[in-house]
């Protein structure tokens, strides 16, 4: 069943959609999930995890967009953000990528805002990102994928997708700060 028709059945509330959803969707949600908290938790509360993702996606079904052809990148977005909230809650770490931006923001409804235009900057930014860097930037930080897998699936060496992270990482705040110059004056 195509997610068009799956989207309108669990914002009609229809529990054969949910499970439908969930037989296309576990494993793709259990292996970001895991890549985020596989170190650091045991299987069962991976599992527990993905759930979760799933009960978000039942309870926030009036917020999803009907204009979605396929659920995938939204149900990757739950994924992160609730392996994120389980590890930041675990006494886990903030993203070095989201640190910078937290940096630059506090609290106030002013600053969410400026905080997503943050983010939304960030997300162009690596998209003007030369392959490899693009896409390992976006495995790692994204997709939470290991250094080793990254090298693995690129036929890299470890180092140099260390390397190429961390210049890109460097770059992406050159790219950042130009554009704030910029804009100010």
């Not at 609730?82 to 106030?108: C, H, Y």
């Not at 960030?122 to 990254?150: A, G, Q, T």
């Not at 699936?153 to 470890?158: D, P, S, V, Y």
């Amino acid at each position: 069943m195509e997610d068009v028709h799956l989207i309108k059945g669990v914002k009609k509330r229809d529990q054969r959609s949910l499970e439908i959803l969930m037989d296309k969707y576990l494993n793709y949600v259990f292996t970001i999930v895991n890549n985020i908290l596989g170190d650091f938790l045991e299987a069962e509360d991976i599992e527990e995890v993905c759930m979760d993702v799933f009960i978000s996606l039942w309870n926030n079904a009036d917020k999803i967009d009907s204009s979605y052809d396929e659920l995938k990148p939204y149900i990757a977005a739950i994924a992160r953000n609730t392996a994120r909230n389980k590890f930041k809650t675990s006494g886990g770490f903030t993203e070095p990528l989201d640190d910078q931006i937290n940096l630059m923001v506090g609290d106030k409804v002013e600053d969410k805002i400026l905080q997503k235009e943050m983010s939304q900057l960030l997300k162009s930014l690596i998209s003007e990102l030369v392959e490899p860097d693009k896409e390992i930037v976006v495995r790692y930080y994204f997709f939470y994928e290991k250094v080793k897998d990254i090298a693995n699936r690129l036929n890299l060496n470890e180092n140099t997708v260390k390397t190429k992270l961390s210049r890109s990482r460097e770059r992406l705040k050159i790219m950042i700060e130009e554009r704030r110059f910029f804009n100010e004056g």
